[in-house]
Structure formats: C-alpha cells, structure tokens
C-alpha cells in the first residue's frame, strides 16, 4: 500500500459481543487487511494511532464509554492524517433513526456508518475504501517528510558552506532572507532586512550595475551571478558573491531565489596574490642579487680558506723540513765530528811518527763513515728513492734464517715465535732491505716490553678485494702479509697517526733517531706494498707489511764473491770514469791503477762523450747517474751503447733518480753500484763484468 509501513495494514477490532469479532476478522483479511482484536475499550483506545490503517467497531461497544480521550487523539492527527472508522450499528447512520450516531461522528470525525445486516461484500467494499484512503495518506505522509528531509539537509549544506538563502518576490519586491544571508551584508539575524535594505547596503560603486544584473535575468530568466562591495552598518566594506535562478509559480507569479556568501578573505587573497605578482620581477631581481652576494661570499670564504689552507701545508712542509734537516744536521754533525777528529788525529801521528796507532784512527773514522752511509740509506729508503735489489724472495725461509739473530737481539726476556704459512706465495723485494725491515721492528717490539713479554712473527696469504684494498690505498689483488706483534706498551692513537713521520720518536733523547719506521715505510711503499698498525695502548701492537705476490719462480742463492785477490787485468783494458765530483774520480781513478787497469776521466757527460767518439780503447764505462750538463748518466750511456754497443757499463748513485736505473730495467752488460760504496765492492763489480762471458 504506496509507502505505507508493514503494520499499516493493521485494523484495530473492538466488536466484544457473539461471533462479530470471528466474522470481521475473516472479512477484512479478504479485503487484505489484518485484524488486531481488542477485548477491551482501553486496548482499543491504545491502538488507534498514526500507523493504524482505520479502526472497525460496533455501535453497542461504546455506548456506555467515554470518547473524549479518542476525540483529542484524533483532533492532534498530522495534517496528513484522517483516519477512518467503520461503526457497526443495528439503525444505521442518521439523526433521525439513530440518535447516538451523531456522538460518535463528532468524535471520530471520519467514520461511515454500515447497518446490519449487511451483505459480507458490502463490508468488504466499504474496508477496502477505507483501506485505500488510508493508503493515500500514508504517501502523502512520505512525501512530506521527503520534504523535511531534503530541507534539513539543504539547510546542513548551506551552514556548511555558509552560504545564506533568499527569495525575492519580483512582482511585489519583498525579499526573504536567512540568517547567513543577513550576515552577508552585516545584519543580526533579528534585524529587519528589505530588498530596500539589500540594495542600500550595496557598495554605491556597484549598485547600478548589481540592478542592471537583476532586471536581465528577470527579462531572460538567466541566471544570476554577480560579485559586489558590501557597506556593513559599522562602515566596513566587504565583498559578496551571490547567486540565483528565476522561478514561476503555479500562479505565474516570479521569483528569484538564490544564495549568497561572504568572499572577503578570498578577494583579499587575490588582491595579495596580484600584489605579489606586480611586485615579481623586482623580489626576484633583489633575490637573485642577494644570491649573487652570498655567492661571492662563499667564493671569498672558500678562497681565504683554501689560502689558509696552502699556508697552513706551507707551514707544516717548513716544519718538517726543519725538523728533518735539524735531525739530520745533529746527526751528522755527530759522525763528522767522528770522521774529522780521526782523521786530524791521523795526520798528527803521521807527522809525529807515531804509526803504531794509525790503525785504530783509520777503523773510527770507517765506522763513522759507515754510520753516516747507514743513515743515508734510511732517508732514502723513507723518501722510496733508494736504489732497490728486488729479488723473489720466500719470506718464510728468511725469517727462520734471521731466527737465531732475532733471539740474540731481543734477549731472553721475550720468547720469540714464529708461524708461517704454509705454501706462502713469494714476494719481489730486496731481501737484504727487508731483513732490516724487520730486524728494526723486532728492536721496537723489544723496546716496547722493558720487563719481558712474547714476539711473535707470522706470515699469511692476503687476498684483498677491492674495498679492503682502497683502505690500504693498495691494489686489488694477492698479497703476502709479515706480522710483527708484541705484548708491550701499545700505542696511542695519536702515536699512531705520526709513527711514519721522520726523526719522530717516542724513545728519550739520545735513544732514538725516529728513521727507522719511516725506513721501513719508504722500501715497502717502495716495492709495492703498504704498513699498518693495530694497537691499543696498554695491550701491545701489531705491524703489517704487505707485500705483492709474485707469480714467477724463485732463484737460487747469489754465489758469494771469493775471498781470494781479484784477477789482474789484461793487457790495455782501459776504463772510462765520468763523475763530476773530483773527490769520487780520484779515488776510482787510483783504484783502477792499483788494479792495473788504465784509466780515463771526465767532468760531465759532453767531455765522456767526446772521449767515446775517440779512437781509445775503452772497455767499460763508469758513470754517476746524476750528471750535470744537460746530460745525465743513463743518457750518456744510451749514447755510449749506440757508439760502442759491446761497450760493459758500471752506473754509481747515490739514489735511482730514473727508474729506469733499476735493476730490472738494465740491458745486459750493466749494472748498479750504491754510493757510498768500498773500494773492493768496486773491484768486485768492475772485475764482474770485464770478465762476464
């Protein structure tokens, strides 16, 4: 039934006397209602209600109760609602046959009045009437609260969007306005609001052309929109946006309803939005030179820094090279004095006849001298430009052939281990650089342990992939790995960050010359590798040496030289020396003699090449490497080689200035010797390759 609810079809039934409850029930289920029997006037009284369908009763039910409570029920019905009753009664429903009808319709207002007997499909007819009445009301019902539903939430949307609602009636210009729509152009919602009011409180810059708005679309019926200045009763100005469509009544009268809202703050946010743009190009151009400022700033600061920095380097060169050259001039001072005393002394016994003594002067000043070549050695081995005898080495036999020294050196206060690895790759050095190496870390281990402790020398494989390998600043690839670990002192960390540094050491004074770490640093960086140090203070420390692999075979021991007078020259074999230190070419030049060969000199490179253009007979040629001129030792050689290319050649140095002097790099027939250098490793050599087949 429409929209009714599904107890709508309920009939309130009041018929308490014989079979009429039985009988009504049965016919208004054919009519296709359901019947609510009530056995007493209160229960029925209780059930006439909004949701009842109509309500049927005999007339002799009521005749003794009291309608008043029924009749006000039904005077408060909604303004859908007129619910019908059908009465039972035995003189039907006139005044003139049946007084009490009359009570009963003022009581119930709709009710119809059925007279019995009756044919069951008159009251059929007569329910299903009323049934279908009732029907109509419940859609109106449903209707109308549609209604209410759609306005509550029409009036939540409009609260939520602050938006004000209006209707102005073109015809007779009276406007209707909500709250909001009053706080639009800054009325209480308790002040009068005209269209008169509407169109004063119109800014007078706006008000033509917002009437000029009004009247087209009430001309055309198109909407209305608009954006005006609003004057508040306080004088404050405002914006507001409205909006609205015309309508036509049934009637054919019109009206415009609409909406309007406060837009304020958003055309205040415009206006600054388009103040900030107008204003753009100039926040830029100030921003971008701002920019620029900071810019040439940092750039000042980064150069200042980057002087502060080079002055700083500066400064800290200055001081190591003051350091070093205080060092080294404190301990030369020291040999010279050595060498100088002896030799003074020599003299004066020579002079005075006293040649019992002259041996012990000469052994002082070789010590001295020897000392002094020492340390020559450990600056250049610091500084990698010394001249290396790389040979492949098996690091595990030379450090169980330096056993019994090692033990000797430390004493019997520390026990001594070694362990080396089993199938140790070999390494190219210098073996007799690397004994040193680590003869002088085994001094510092010893050093370190004052009242005794444990050495121990290990050996391992390393091969280091490629992020292990950048933080030893090394190669990816095999290496061979020589520790050195004691239980001593340990180290600092501080200590640690300088041990390499020359002349730096922690020993007291007198006791140390700080060279010897740094020693070892120069020949391992010098033969490819690098140095760490692991230490803690107070838990002893560990030295690393690592060394590159090398992949080819390993020689057999150099035969030792005899011991026996060397062999005499033969006859005519001549020797050209070319040094520009006359000392040096003296005392070769003498040696030579005494040796029976003849000798040739020069100064420089030039005067040995125009003796090699010569017809002389030289047979080999002995030249320093750092020769002034223009022309160095190796390039005179190269020279002397396209001249005579049988030509036997003997370089002398002090260091490798080219690395091309290295063993590795000599052709057949040359060869290296290290100043400073005794006279017999002179004969040794110069006799090595006159007679090398």
């Known amino acids: 039934m429409g929209n009714a609810p599904a107890h709508a079809l309920t009939v309130p039934l009041y018929t308490p006397y014989g079979r009429d409850a039985t009988i009504a029930a049965a016919l208004l289920r054919e009519a296709g209602a359901t019947a609510a029997v009530c056995g007493d006037f209160a229960s029925f009284e209780a059930a006439i209600g909004d949701d009842a369908c109509f309500a049927v009763v005999t007339e002799e039910a009521l005749r003794h109760v009291d309608l008043a409570g029924i009749s006000a029920r039904m005077a408060r019905q909604p303004a859908w609602s007129d619910l019908p009753f059908i009465v039972l009664t035995h003189s039907g429903g006139g ?29 059929v007819s007569v329910a299903r009437a009323a049934l279908k009445a009732r029907g109509r009301q419940f859609e109106a019902r449903a209707r109308i609260e549609a209604l209410d539903e759609g306005e509550r939430r029409l009036s939540i949307a409009l609260l939520a969007g602050r938006l004000g609602s209006w209707e102005l009636d073109l015809e007779r210009g009276v406007l209707t306005a909500s709250a909001t729509c009053r706080a639009v152009f800054g009325r209480a919602a308790e002040d009068e609001f005209t269209y008169a009011d509407l169109l004063a409180g119109i800014h007078p810059g706006d008000r033509d052309r917002t009437q000029a708005a009004v009247r087209e679309s009430a001309a055309t019926g198109a909407d209305y ?32 309803v609409g909406v309007s809202s406060d837009i304020t703050a958003r055309k205040k946010a415009e206006d600054d939005l388009r103040r900030l743009n107008e204003t753009l190009e100039e926040r830029v151009a100030a921003r971008t030179a701002e920019l620029l400022r900071a810019h040439e700033t940092v750039l000042a600061e980064v150069e200042q820094r980057k002087r502060t920095e080079e002055e700083l380097r500066q400064a800290q060169k200055m001081e190591a090279v003051g350091q070093l050259t205080g060092g080294l001039a404190h301990d030369f001072n020291n040999l010279l004095a050595g060498i100088i005393g002896s030799l003074e002394l020599l003299q004066i016994r020579v002079a005075q006849g006293r040649t019992a003594e002259l041996e012990r002067y000469v052994a002082s000043a070789q010590e001295a001298a020897s000392r002094a070549a020492a340390l020559t050695h450990r600056l250049l081995a610091f500084s990698r430009r010394q001249t290396l005898e790389a040979r492949p080495t098996d690091v595990n036999a030379l450090v169980m052939g330096m056993q019994d020294l090692i033990n000797r050196t430390v004493g019997p206060a520390i026990a001594v281990t070694s362990s080396g690895a089993d199938d140790l790759w070999p390494t190219l050095v210098d073996p007799n650089q690397l004994e040193n190496a680590l003869l002088n870390l085994c001094i510092n281990a010893r050093d370190a342990m004052p009242g005794g402790g444990a050495l121990t020398i290990a050996t391992e494989n390393r091969l280091l992939g490629a992020e292990e390998a950048a933080g030893l600043d090394l190669e990816a690839g095999p290496y061979v790995a020589l520790h050195v670990s004691d239980t001593g002192t340990g180290m600092e960390p501080e200590v640690i960050a300088r041990a390499f540094d020359p002349f730096f050491t922690t020993k007291p004074l007198g006791q140390g010359t700080g060279l010897g770490l740094s020693m070892i640093y120069g020949f391992v960086r010098q033969s490819g590798g690098q140095v760490r140090i692991r230490s803690e203070a107070g838990r002893g420390a560990t030295m690393t040496l690592y060394l590159p692999r090398h992949t080819g075979p390993l020689e057999g021991p150099a035969a030792e030289g005899g011991a026996g007078d060397p062999l005499r020259p033969a006859e005519g074999e001549t020797v050209l020396v070319v040094d520009d230190e006359a000392t040096i070419r003296l005392l070769i030049v003498e040696v030579l003699e005494d040796l029976g060969y003849a000798a040739l000199q020069a100064g420089d490179g030039a005067a040995g090449l125009k003796l090699l253009r010569s017809g002389q007979r030289i047979d080999l040629l002995v030249t320093d490497v750092g020769l002034p001129g223009g022309m160095n030792g190796r390039q005179l050689a190269d020279a002397a080689r396209t001249l005579r290319p049988e030509l036997r050649i003997l370089f002398i140095t002090g260091y490798a200035e080219s690395a091309a002097i290295g063993d590795r790099h000599l052709e057949e027939g040359m060869q290296v010797l290290t100043k400073p250098f005794t006279m017999r490793d002179l004969a040794s050599r110069l006799e090595a390759l006159l007679r090398r087949p």
């Open 95 to 123: 005044p003139e046959q049946n007084p009490g009808a009359a009570r009963l319709s003022a009581a119930f207002g709709n009710a119809t009045f059925l007279e019995r007997p009756f044919h069951p499909s008159t009251f």
């Open 225 to 256: 929109a608009i954006e005006y200045r609003t004057l508040w009763p306080d004088g404050s100005v405002h914006w507001a946006e409205i909006r609205a469509r015309v309508v036509t009544g049934r009637s054919g009268g019109r009206r415009m």
